[in-house]
């Protein structure tokens, strides 16, 4: 299995707010993406203090990652809360981070076993059998109007609120997170993602691309540089997962 990690700034944003994780030891990985928000008020903090919890998680993880079930979901679960208190915690600290805040979805891969942990509007995708499947849902306001009929899919993509979440790290020690868990393909591919991909780049496109590249950097590469040739509004994260089931190359 190998797993890849690659953030652009794009072509409109005065800095990078996402920040990443991808770490494989061949048979299992774990996969992070953040997408700060908060703008002047340190949204690149909060997406890093998930990142650096990532890597806390990993090292901890050690041996114990080849253990299916309840461990797993719990090393996941507590990544993302300890990273929540840790945003909070800073945040009290400095007036000028107050409102910081942040995505996070972490993706736990062991063999095939898939646990991911989610908050926020940053995706995580499933290709297999040349077909994309989104497996998380958007804690956004689109998300929400599109659920209560008040507007389409294609309106959620231009709506002037598409970037106000409703749910998120950083906004209260009380926070919410979805999980999801299935058993995936060996020849699958798991993608998280940024919205600066994904309001660039559509599902279709994402895959045809996909199609393309059985080199999880180049693909990353590739959908970071479309996401720029279609306008690179945001900043953009693409983090990769490939060769499910097999021996890191």
Not at 135 to 147: A, G, N, Q
């Amino acid at each position: 299995m190998q797993a890849v990690a690659l953030t652009n700034q794009g072509l409109e944003r005065s800095r990078n707010e996402d920040s990443c994780f991808a770490a494989s030891n061949g048979e299992n990985a774990l996969l992070v993406v953040a997408d700060g928000m908060g703008g002047h008020r340190a949204g690149h903090i909060a997406s890093c203090l998930v990142v650096k919890e990532a890597e806390h998680a990993w090292l901890k993880l050690g041996t114990c990652i080849a253990k299916a079930g309840k461990e797993n979901r719990k090393a996941i679960e507590e990544l993302i809360l300890e990273a929540n208190r840790l945003i909070i915690e800073e945040a009290d600290k400095n007036l000028s981070q107050k409102g910081m805040g942040t995505t996070v979805t972490a993706a736990l891969l062991c063999g095939r076993n898939l646990i991911i942990g989610h908050v926020g509007d940053s995706r995580a995708y499933k290709i297999t059998d040349n077909k994309i499947t989104l497996i998380t849902r958007d804690h956004s306001l689109p998300e929400h109007l599109i659920e209560s009929g008040q507007i389409t899919k294609e309106e959620a993509r231009f709506h002037p609120q598409r970037h106000i979440l409703t749910r998120a790290l950083g906004i209260s020690v009380k926070l919410t997170v979805d999980y999801f868990e299935e058993q995936v393909n060996e020849d699958s591919t798991i993608l998280l993602c940024t919205d600066g991909l994904t309001n660039m780049v559509q599902d279709e496109e994402i895959l045809a691309i996909a199609n393309q590249y059985s080199d999880p950097r180049q693909l990353a590469k590739t959908l970071i540089d479309r996401a720029n040739e279609h306008g690179g509004l945001d900043n953009i994260t693409v983090v990769i997962a490939s060769g499910i089931g097999g021996q890191q190359a």
